[in-house]
């Protein structure tokens, strides 16, 4: 079956500091690359997407590329403020499963300390 | 305007109860899910639902249903409520083509006592 792996947190960053958070990806079919935001006692909002192989989802400053070839989506941000505290999910939807459901990672949780 | 509704917030209850959860879109989306999130936070799709068919995760317990009276509509109820059933239940909809966003509810915080 398909599976996300994205690496465990929690991930400290201070101010302005540069964030990277992995994500790998097994896939039957062709997927669609997400990530997903979870600010504190609210649901998940999308961040961004990729839905072919290097393409580059972006948004807010973050920035991911869908890498075929290393089945990865690694999430980045050049300069991360305070208020990108929140818990990150790498996420896939495969054109061969029913349903659209989406696999999710088992989330990364980062804090940004001023 | 909430996109995605869902109630109670958080719902307390004791073992061996059966409860309902609800939950609304007015996205106009025909596609709904129901995911689980454990409390080491990890999240696991439950259902998929349009009008034309139901998708259930092999891993979820018949104690678990869901309902749905019209499209824009999605509730789920659980029989016999165990312990272990103690997770944040979150709502999601979303347009049938997997490379568009799922939107999600602010999630139902289940706590079986």
């Known amino acids: 079956g398909d599976s996300v792996t994205q690496m465990e947190g929690p991930v400290t960053l201070s101010e302005e500091a540069f964030l990277t958070i992995n994500c790998t990806y097994t896939?039957?079919?062709?997927?669609?690359l997400f990530w997903y935001v979870q600010y504190p006692g609210e649901g998940l909002q999308l961040l961004l997407k990729?839905?072919?192989?290097?393409d580059k989802g972006s948004n807010k400053g973050f920035e991911a590329t869908y890498r075929k070839e290393t089945t990865s989506f690694h999430l980045e941000k050049g300069s991360v403020q305070v208020s990108d505290s929140a818990v990150y999910f790498c996420a896939l939807s495969d054109p061969s499963n029913a349903g659209n459901m989406l696999t999710f990672g088992g989330g990364t949780r980062l804090m940004v300390k001023p | 305007d909430t996109a995605v509704s869902q109630t109670p917030k958080y719902l307390v209850t004791q073992m061996g109860n059966d409860k309902s959860i609800k939950c609304e879109q007015n996205?106009?989306?025909?596609?709904m899910y129901w995911y689980k999130q454990d409390s080491k936070k990890f999240l696991k799709i439950m259902f998929s639902y349009n009008n034309k068919e139901l998708i259930i995760n092999e891993t979820v317990p018949n104690r678990f249903s869901p309902k749905s009276p019209d499209k824009a509509h999605l509730n789920l109820h659980i029989n016999s409520l165990e312990l272990g059933d103690s997770a944040v239940y979150f709502c999601?909809?979303?347009?049938?083509?997997?490379?568009?966003?799922?939107?999600f509810g602010q999630g139902t915080r289940l706590t079986v006592v």
């Open positions: 990729a839905t072919k192989a290097d």
């Open positions: 999601a909809s979303s347009l049938r083509d997997m490379n568009t966003e799922a939107f």
């Open positions: 896939a039957t079919g062709y997927p669609s």
């Open positions: 996205l106009g989306h025909d596609t």
